[in-house]
């Protein structure tokens, strides 16, 4: 099982809410992620981060926000929830000193604003 | 054109049936391949690297052609609980690595 941490798992908020959603990993990965999945469609990438004091857009344009202050927590932050907000978000990190590559995924945030 | 291409199905199939999957990348640069797996409702996991060689993991078995940019995925002896969506994810360096998704072929294993 995969050492990466989701919390809240399910969120319902109202319009105009500012919100955090938290994601946390205990396997020292250098390289986050977030992703956006609406129900049974693909994965779009918002933000991730190679490191402390980086963070990057991905290619889903988000009106979110990331931080990355410790290498094991990369918190996304809504400003203000509006309905079209209302998805499932996804964290993930991985390890890419030796040549795996392979992404660990937390079990998610589904998110609802009405 | 996306990056990524995958049918997306849905293969509908009997138990035991033998099915088929099949990905293609654009990117020629790209460096590692694979395939995950996601249950409904839940977080996709590594199902297995794909390499050059070819290579199997009891059931499956996934293949690279290089010269035509296609990854395949093969299930033998499906059971039900192999239902699931599966996501051939490619890993390209392009000015940065950056590991892209296909969008994923949904499988149902009837009894």
């Known amino acids: 099982e995969a050492d990466i941490y989701q919390t809240p798992r399910y969120l319902v908020i109202g319009t105009g809410k500012k919100i955090t959603l938290e994601c946390s990993q205990t396997m020292g990965h250098d390289k986050m992620y977030w992703y956006q999945q609406d129900p049974g469609m693909e994965l779009h990438l918002i933000h991730y981060s190679y490191g402390v004091n980086s963070t990057e857009k991905g290619d889903l344009s988000s009106e979110s926000t990331v931080s990355r202050i410790r290498t094991e927590h990369f918190p996304l932050t809504l400003e203000s929830a509006r309905p079209s907000h209302t998805s499932q978000y996804l964290c993930a990190s991985s390890d890419e000193r030796g040549s795996s590559y392979e992404q660990y995924f937390g079990p998610g945030t589904r998110l609802t604003v009405t | ?111």
């Open chain 2, 1 to 111: 054109r996306k990056e990524v291409e995958q049918d997306p199905g849905p293969f509908n199939v009997p138990e035991g049936a033998t099915v088929a999957f099949n990905c293609t990348y654009s990117n020629s640069a790209s460096q590692s391949f694979f395939w995950y797996r996601q249950d409904c409702r839940k977080e996709p996991k590594l199902l297995m690297s794909v390499y050059s060689s070819g290579n199997e993991d009891g059931r499956f078995t996934a293949q690279l052609n290089r010269a035509s940019q296609y990854i395949s995925l093969l299930i033998r002896d499906s059971k039900l609980s192999d239902s699931a969506t599966y996501l051939c994810v490619v890993n390209a360096n392009t000015g940065g690595f950056k590991t892209i998704f296909g969008a994923g072929t949904r499988l149902f294993v009837k009894a």
